[in-house]
């Protein structure tokens, strides 16, 4: 292998042509291909990036180390198999793949070259996810917020897939239990497949994690709130912002609220909320952007030989647990009429 990875992007729509610019931006790998089925757009990326244009995949094998495969859901492993195939390692977008039997098949097709298969749940480089796995809270309950307008990007899947897929990996990433029963609900509105969707998760080890998404929304959130018995933490990925609330300011004052009978009002005068808890910024670096540090993390992978932050198996998992919450949501009895 050469001192710079050579790098293809395959798929430049709105994901893709990010890939590349990062890229082309690094110093230890080079964007030698940009690969698109629509030619004239993989050309005009090179224009920006560098790099040559292709209209099919099997034209870069055996010119790149590493590439990101970046081109609608369904066609995932279409593309990554002879790229795997061709000890080539791969980046895969989110969702790893539409169900989890094909994702298991990437795994096995990786496990049998010696590829290395990494997954873009770019919300694990998000700093605020950062700055929280560095707290080492153990969840008790957690709650997940994903709302924004109907893009049309990805209308070969649903929402659970499309965006509640990010916070299922963040959830499965934060509890480390594949233990769980679901309960959802949902429903399409402009497609075939659902636009909202509201899941309850509850895992073996007692974890409860409560996730909503839409994509019917007149505006863009993406929030987390995570509780335990000594702390609540709530963060907004987009913002990039936390605040972290522990109940260390006033042990005495706490416990002699738990003490009082609230049912005399004359007691409640004697209590301030501000004054028992301690509320503090979440120390966060604002300065990172997700999807480098995610393509960082991955040519670095396959430089070492170590795993990926998000591994195959890791992606495997979260469609896993989104084909669980899609079954649990078709399964719903939703009658309007009654």
């Not at 030619?39 to 590493?66: C, M, W, Y």
Request: charged share 25%.
């Amino acid at each position: 292998m050469s001192d710079k990875l050579r790098a293809a992007v395959v798929g430049v729509g709105h994901m893709g042509r990010h890939h590349a610019r990062i890229y082309s931006e690094l110093p230890d790998c080079e964007l030698v291909a940009v690969v698109d089925a629509d030619l004239g757009r993989a050309t005009q990326i090179t224009e920006q990036h560098g790099g040559k244009p292709f209209n099919d995949v099997s034209d870069i094998l055996g010119l790149v180390d590493v590439a990101s495969v970046a081109v609608p859901t369904v066609y995932h492993h279409i593309v990554a198999k002879p790229l795997i195939e061709s000890k080539i390692s791969v980046l895969i977008e989110k969702p790893i793949a539409q169900d989890s039997t094909t994702a298991e098949k990437l795994l096995q097709w990786a496990e049998d070259s010696g590829s290395i298969i990494a997954v873009g749940h770019s919300e694990r480089f998000n700093p605020v996810v950062l700055a929280l796995k560095r707290l080492e809270i153990a969840p008790k309950f957690i709650e997940t917020h994903r709302i924004s307008p109907f893009t049309f990007r990805s209308a070969d899947i649903g929402v659970v897939h499309d965006m509640m897929i990010h916070d299922i990996d963040i959830i499965l990433h934060l509890v480390k239990d594949r233990e769980y029963r679901v309960t959802a609900a949902g429903f399409p509105v402009l497609g075939k497949h659902e636009d909202v969707a509201n899941a309850r998760v509850l895992f073996s080890n007692g974890c409860v994690a409560n996730l909503t998404a839409s994509r019917l929304a007149t505006k863009t959130e993406r929030k987390i709130r995570v509780f335990n018995p000594d702390a609540y933490l709530s963060m907004d990925y987009g913002k990039k912002t936390g605040i972290v609330i522990t109940k260390d300011a006033n042990l005495d004052l706490l416990k002699l609220a738990r003490e009082t009978d609230f049912n005399d009002i004359s007691q409640m005068a004697n209590f301030d909320f501000a004054g028992m808890v301690n509320i503090e910024p979440l120390d966060v670096d604002d300065k990172v952007e997700p999807l480098k540090a995610e393509i960082e993390s991955f040519l670095n992978a396959v430089r070492t030989g170590t795993e990926p932050a998000v591994t195959g198996k890791d992606g495997a998992e979260a469609v896993r647990l989104a084909e669980r919450i899609v079954q649990s949501l078709e399964e719903h009895n939703w009658n309007p009429q009654r």
